[in-house]
């Protein structure tokens, strides 16, 4: 199985910040590499798409980038609907495997 | 567009068969990959297996002994079975939608808690 490591695992951060969160492949998963939001009660919410790809209606705040084995999901400016836990996901092969979690809190 | 909708029971008895249907309405089932994915409480994600429209299924080792992913197309629905369960899954389960073998989850149910109790 391909681990995907996520850091860090928590982060406080302010209303209008610059905010990256790291997602480390154990192997090259080329570009097959998502990224989801996940507010608490509710289902993950597809952000970004085959690393770079925007998915539609996502606010152009959120970026995606990165190959191989090391990807990135920035957040140009923080806003309070930010504040969620959020997953990245490789789709390069079977069994599919999400990184553990970065949960954003409000500092 | 398509919604994603987890029906079944909320509560399991130890060691009996967890079953699950996801209705897909406002769209067909045709031409897509359909996957399950469980979520205990306060914890990650974790992928079950998928199936495409075909009939063809793909599962995590993790859980393969124990889990069947079927489909009716008739019905738009594909369901979940997952037999011998044990608390250790309790959890959330959700069924999600992916356009090929090599691509995200998009849409998702809204989720439904199974619990594992006597």
């Known amino acids: 199985d391909i681990q995907m490591t996520q850091s860090p695992s928590s982060l406080s951060a302010s209303v209008g910040d610059r905010v990256t969160i790291t997602c480390r492949a154990s192997q090259s998963i080329s570009n097959y590499l998502n990224w989801y939001q996940q507010k608490a009660g509710k289902a993950p919410k597809l952000l970004i798409y085959a690393a770079f790809r925007l998915q539609s209606g996502v606010p152009s705040r959120f970026s995606g980038s990165g190959s191989g084995t090391d990807f990135t999901l920035t957040i140009s400016s923080l806003q309070p609907e930010d504040f969620a836990t959020y997953y990245c996901q490789q789709s390069y092969s079977t069994p599919y495997t999400f990184g553990q979690g970065t949960k954003l809190e409000i500092k | 567009q398509v919604q994603l909708q987890e029906s079944g029971p909320g509560l399991v008895k130890p060691s009996e068969t967890l079953s699950l249907t996801c209705t897909v309405s406002?769209?067909?089932?045709?031409?897509?990959?359909w996957s399950w994915i469980r979520q205990p409480p306060g914890k990650g994600l974790e992928w079950i297996g998928y199936i495409y429209y075909s009939g063809s299924t793909k599962y995590n080792p993790s859980l393969k002994s124990r889990v069947t992913i079927s489909v009716d197309t008739s019905k738009n629905q594909f369901s979940l079975k997952l037999n011998s369960v044990t608390a250790a899954d309790t959890a959330v389960y959700y069924c999600?939608?992916?356009?090929?073998?090599?691509?995200?989850?998009?849409?998702w149910g809204q989720g439904t808690l199974v619990t594992v109790s006597s």
């Open positions: 406002r769209g067909s089932i045709s031409s897509y990959y």
């Open positions: 999600a939608r992916a356009p090929s073998s090599l691509d995200w989850f998009d849409p």
